[in-house]
């Protein structure tokens, strides 16, 4: 035995025996104090129980939980092992150290069973009972859960409110949430709430805010903050759709399109900017414009903007017809305002060129010269006849003999020649004709027109 135990074992002696003389001088105060000022959950705890002697033979420890009271005693030997007068559990753990203080471990706090439990010691060989420790468990957080969503993406179109909810486990003291869109917080549309759960207190994190395009390919989320804890739920990738609710011809009027016949031609149609791409279709009447059409985009405000160039040739048979394009977005289809095209079609003159033009001219020449011809000989004829018509009346006379008549009983003007003092005198140019016989007939020429025209002045 060394000498440091027989020292113990002497004093242990000296102590009892004083304690049966002389009660009181050997008295002194047992202590029980915990390993922290709280527990918490689902960690160790420990009790320590000691005295001003640190002498400890015996200890009974006493606790009082809510279901109810519960002791252990555990008694020290020389070998420092403890025996103990209960069966040892898996949920407490004892030392008993002969020259030191003994200990009680909770192995895994339960706050149902632990929280706010009162604990004491009794220590022998001084007959003193410690001190009571009430047990104060906090709860922390473990685990943050995302309620409103069950799958890794979430599809909304740009203008939908989105609403998301998550929601901490039951703690003490409550923890705290934040929303985030990938590394930054957000603010706009994010509150929490609490309930009592037990004694625990349940946060609720709730995110309501209308969706814009600038949340397409964000990830969200919400952390949860209790102490230096911090935990974060899944992710939710946000896809946002920005429909087409426009398309239109930019270079376009709103009079109809003058353009020349066989001129190119080239319309530039743009929707608003979508999400995804939206395509382009462009028509003229009922028929869809295939060749000559260019398609891009380029990118707008977080979207897309679908353009397309239609290049064409117009012909005559274009002119008042319509063109327009169509956009397609998933199942939609809107259709711009649809623009008219006037086309000035080129005229045989000016596409025919000098020998066109000569043989027009030949041609209205070869139409018109008879009329002319018949219109001369007409006139030719109507003033002839007027003419002679003139000359048949007879000349004044104071004779009332009636004229002469052929056998047939036509009357026969005639015409003498006249002396130059005559033709002086009745202010006449008349020619010197032979005596001729005009029937009152219809003059019907005889022969070519050209011949009559040739002969006769006009």
Known sequence: MHGSEKSKMNMTGICLLLFAV??????????????SLTAVA???????????FRITIDVYWTAQLPNGTSSFRARSYIDETCTYDFNPTDIYNFTCPRDGPFTLTILDVDYRRH???????????????????????????????LLTSTTHVLNLTE?????????????????????????????????????????????????????????????IYCVGSYKETNLRTNTILLHVDVP??????????????????????????????????????WTKGNQTLTEDVTSTSRASDGAVVAVSMATFTPSCDDHLSRIQCSGFYKSTRIASK????????????ETSGPTFSAGVGVGMT???????VAAAVYILWWKRRHTMKDKTEPPESTDSAAAPQSDDGHNINMYESMDDNARERNDTAYEELHMQVYENTVFEPTGSLEDHVIDEDV
């Open 366 to 372: 070869i139409c018109l010269v008879p009329l002319l």
């Open 159 to 219: 203008g939908d409110t989105m609403l998301l909810v998550c929601e901490t486990n039951p703690t003490k003291p409550p923890s705290n949430i934040t929303w985030m869109k990938d590394d930054d917080s957000i603010t706009t549309g994010a509150s929490s709430s609490t309930r009592e759960d037990g004694g625990l207190t349940v946060t609720a994190g709730r995110l309501s805010m209308e969706v814009t395009r600038e949340f397409h390919m964000k990830r």
């Open 42 to 52: 689902g960690q160790p705890f420990a009790f320590t129980c000691s005295n001003d």
């Open 115 to 145: 929280h706010n439990s009162n604990w004491t010691c009794f220590a022998e060989p001084l007959g003193e009972r410690s001190n009571t420790v009430v047990l104060d468990v906090n709860v922390p957080l473990r685990t943050i859960n």
């Open 244 to 281: 087409l609710v426009e398309i239109s011809i930019i270079n376009s009027t709103n009079l109809p399109l003058s353009m020349t016949e066989n001129e190119d031609v080239t319309l530039v149609c743009e929707t608003n900017p979508t999400l995804p791409l939206s395509t382009i279709i």
């Open 338 to 349: 649809s623009q008219t095209l006037f086309v000035h079609c080129i005229s045989k003159d």
């Open 22 to 35: 002389l009660p009181g001088i050997c008295e002194g105060r047992v202590n029980l104090t915990g390993s």
